[in-house]
């Protein structure tokens, strides 16, 4: 490709090339855009010239914060096969971080390639940042959403349900197709309406506030659930007012409200509004009320009731003030480090004991990932021992897992059901999703492995597939542990939960298993939990800070 030339430069234009060095760059980079042609070529030249102004000017200070720079880096992303290596560089060489164009352009990038959960968590921190300008990155987060909601409006009641029969004679299907939630609970409606906190109209929501008004200015609007007749039993349901305090979060399906009960602020709860009614999430929280053993029901979150109408549903929780383990990933990102090792090691224990537990009791959650995970703070000091029986104060410490939409009850599925259902959460998919495979924990399992990847490294995993000696092959993540790290103890996780069998007992055995390793390493020497509740310490305030 060649590229356009210039005149020669006059006294004053080669004054300003020695003071600002990387004009002539700009110029030749500027004249190869304006040429390019892809009809007639692959854009190899403009690459050539992008990587080589980047490579003589990436560890200049002038240029850091240079928005002229940063474009050059945008264009780079585009060009580059991998991008997320140069977006982790420019994270790395600290360029731009404070503008918002950085966030957005790759965010858009991101969503045109179809990674849609990536792109929202660099929306989120972009934000987090305060990139500027704010004002400009939130709308075009807001637009993010709506295009999101869209999609999701337009694919998820028009899905065919995907079931099939495998090779063996077992059946094989999708369990969040709508037609199998719906079917479900129709079959369960008797059992459902019984539940305490159950509440059905045969009406529309008719508040005095709309719904879809709380989507643009949500703080301190009221709204109200009347008092109405149950549709399922004779007793009357007492009216409710909550104030909205502010959104607590927003997904592809609802949006999450932090409320007051009757404008009192010691009686704070969270309200998931959804449209069209989504049932199937308050059903799951009763089956955790009826099966998780009471000394750890603290880790699933708790749902009050659930007010059931014609257009919509809104499910009201406990609320959590203390953010997410994403929100504490990214605390991390934005100074530059990676989450502490101990800190690390206590969330990887608490989430395998999670999944052993909802495993064991016949629960899969479906949707697990940073964002529906809650932190929960001792309110009392926690003590050198107790971590490993979790009693006392580390009773109270850990985390909660909530967003039971994709919730599936085992219980409802003949024995030794596999599924076939792809989540579509880009980052999350796992192994036998990518294949085409069926599976049944993996879904879980996988989640797991991917959080502890992003606590370690402050990144997703992508993981590659290596021939084992025994003519078969295995999975690992691509990215090498850094030699301070506790190499073994992390590898044989990724390597037990990436890499095991259909079967239950398998899936149990290592989740426990593996729970024992950390917990012995982690009590191995008092020095570690001591180190823990300042790294616990400090994370508190810095997330409260940020």
Same mark, same amino acid.
């Given at each position: 490709?060649?590229?356009?030339?210039?005149?020669p430069a006059t006294n004053t234009e080669q004054e300003e090339e020695e003071e600002d060095p990387i004009l002539p760059h700009l110029w030749s980079i500027k004249a190869a855009l304006d040429s390019l042609d892809l009809s007639q070529n692959d854009g190899a030249d403009l690459y050539d010239l992008v990587s080589h102004c980047i490579q003589t000017f990436k560890h200049h200070s002038n240029y850091r914060n240079d928005i002229r720079f940063l474009k050059i880096w945008l264009i780079y992303i585009d060009l580059s096969p991998d991008f997320k290596a140069v977006f982790r560089e420019i994270e790395k060489l600290k360029i731009c971080l404070d503008k918002s164009m950085l966030y957005e352009s790759y965010a858009l990038l991101l969503e045109a390639k179809g990674m849609m959960d990536e792109a929202h968590l660099v929306y989120q921190l972009g934000i987090s940042r305060n990139a500027e300008p704010i004002g400009r990155l939130k709308k075009a987060h807001a637009y993010f959403i709506e295009r999101m909601h869209a999609i999701v409006d337009a694919c998820s009641y028009?899905?065919?349900?995907?079931?099939?029969?495998?090779?063996?004679?077992?059946?094989?299907?999708?369990?969040?197709?709508?037609?199998?939630?719906?079917?479900?609970?129709?079959?369960?409606?008797?059992?459902?309406?019984?539940? &305490?906190?159950?509440?059905?109209?045969?009406?529309?929501?008719?508040?005095?506030?709309?719904?879809?008004?709380?989507?643009?200015?949500?703080?301190?609007?009221?709204?109200?659930?009347?008092?109405?007749?149950?549709?399922?039993?004779?007793?009357?349901?007492?009216?409710?007012?909550?104030?909205?305090?502010?959104?607590?979060?927003?997904?592809?399906?609802?949006?999450?409200?932090?409320?007051?009960?009757?404008?009192?602020?010691? %009686?704070?709860?969270?309200?998931?509004?959804?449209?069209?009614?989504?049932?199937?999430?308050?059903?799951?929280?009763?089956?955790?009320?009826?099966?998780?053993?009471?000394?750890?029901?603290?880790?699933?979150?708790?749902?009050?009731?659930?007010?059931?109408?014609?257009?919509?549903?809104?499910?009201?929780?406990?609320?959590?003030?203390?953010?997410?383990?994403?929100?504490?990933?990214?605390?991390?990102? =934005?100074?530059?480090?990676?989450?502490?090792?101990?800190?690390?090691?206590?969330?990887?224990?608490?989430?395998?004991?999670?999944?052993?537990?909802?495993?064991?009791?016949?629960?899969?959650?479906?949707?697990?990932?940073?964002?529906?995970?809650?932190?929960?703070?001792?309110? &009392?000091?926690?003590?050198?021992?107790?971590?490993?029986?979790?009693?006392?104060?580390?009773?109270?410490?850990?985390?909660?897992?909530? &967003?039971?939409?994709?919730?599936?009850?085992?219980?409802?599925?003949?024995?030794?059901?596999?599924?076939?259902?792809?989540?579509?959460?880009?980052?999350?998919?796992?192994?036998?999703?990518?294949?085409?495979?069926?599976?049944?924990?993996?879904?879980?399992?996988?989640?797991? =492995?991917?959080?502890?990847?992003?606590?370690?490294?402050?990144?997703?995993?992508?993981? %590659?597939?290596?021939?084992?000696?025994?003519?078969?092959?295995?999975?690992?993540?691509?990215?090498?542990?850094?030699?301070?790290?506790?190499? %073994?103890?992390?590898?044989?996780?990724?390597?037990?939960?990436?890499?095991?069998?259909?079967?239950?007992?398998? &899936?149990?055995?290592?989740?426990?298993?593996?729970?024992?390793?950390?917990?012995?390493?982690?009590?191995?020497?008092?020095?570690?939990?001591?180190?823990?509740?300042?790294?616990?310490?400090?994370?508190?305030?810095?997330? =409260?800070?940020?």
């Amino acid at each position: 490709m060649a590229v356009a030339s210039r005149a020669p430069a006059t006294n004053t234009e080669q004054e300003e090339e020695e003071e600002d060095p990387i004009l002539p760059h700009l110029w030749s980079i500027k004249a190869a855009l304006d040429s390019l042609d892809l009809s007639q070529n692959d854009g190899a030249d403009l690459y050539d010239l992008v990587s080589h102004c980047i490579q003589t000017f990436k560890h200049h200070s002038n240029y850091r914060n240079d928005i002229r720079f940063l474009k050059i880096w945008l264009i780079y992303i585009d060009l580059s096969p991998d991008f997320k290596a140069v977006f982790r560089e420019i994270e790395k060489l600290k360029i731009c971080l404070d503008k918002s164009m950085l966030y957005e352009s790759y965010a858009l990038l991101l969503e045109a390639k179809g990674m849609m959960d990536e792109a929202h968590l660099v929306y989120q921190l972009g934000i987090s940042r305060n990139a500027e300008p704010i004002g400009r990155l939130k709308k075009a987060h807001a637009y993010f959403i709506e295009r999101m909601h869209a999609i999701v409006d337009a694919c998820s009641y028009h899905k065919m349900d995907g079931g099939s029969t495998l090779e063996d004679g077992s059946s094989c299907t999708n369990p969040w197709s709508v037609s199998i939630i719906k079917s479900l609970l129709q079959k369960r409606n008797s059992q459902i309406s019984k539940f &305490d906190g159950y509440h059905a109209s045969s009406k529309c929501y008719s508040g005095k506030v709309t719904l879809s008004s709380l989507q643009k200015s949500a703080r301190n609007k009221v709204i109200e659930f009347d008092n109405h007749r149950d549709m399922y039993s004779i007793h009357l349901t007492g009216g409710k007012k909550y104030q909205i305090k502010g959104c607590a979060g927003k997904g592809g399906f609802a949006q999450v409200y932090k409320a007051c009960i009757t404008s009192n602020p010691d %009686e704070v709860v969270a309200l998931k509004i959804q449209k069209p009614p989504f049932p199937w999430e308050f059903y799951m929280y009763r089956q955790l009320d009826k099966r998780i053993p009471e000394n750890e029901r603290l880790c699933f979150g708790y749902a009050h009731r659930l007010h059931l109408y014609l257009d919509c549903s809104i499910l009201v929780s406990d609320f959590l003030a203390h953010g997410t383990l994403q929100d504490a990933i990214n605390t991390n990102v =934005c100074i530059g480090a990676s989450m502490d090792e101990v800190l690390c090691m206590h969330y990887t224990i608490e989430m395998l004991s999670m999944l052993e537990t909802l495993h064991r009791n016949g629960i899969i959650h479906g949707d697990f990932k940073p964002d529906n995970l809650l932190m929960r703070y001792a309110r &009392d000091d926690l003590t050198e021992d107790g971590f490993r029986t979790r009693s006392g104060p580390w009773h109270e410490q850990g985390l909660c897992l909530v &967003d039971w939409g994709r919730g599936i009850d085992l219980e409802l599925f003949p024995n030794k059901i596999k599924f076939n259902g792809d989540c579509r959460t880009s980052g999350f998919r796992c192994v036998e999703m990518q294949e085409n495979k069926p599976w049944t924990y993996q879904v879980d399992s996988y989640g797991l =492995c991917v959080i502890v990847h992003m606590m370690l490294h402050n990144s997703f995993m992508e993981i %590659e597939k290596k021939a084992s000696p025994d003519g078969g092959y295995t999975y690992q993540p691509k990215l090498p542990f850094k030699r301070y790290q506790k190499v %073994e103890l992390w590898k044989k996780l990724f390597f037990e939960l990436l890499n095991f069998d259909e079967e239950e007992e398998d &899936d149990l055995k290592k989740l426990g298993n593996l729970k024992t390793l950390f917990q012995d390493y982690m009590v191995s020497n008092p020095q570690l939990i001591k180190q823990l509740k300042q790294s616990l310490a400090k994370q508190r305030i810095s997330m =409260c800070s940020s």
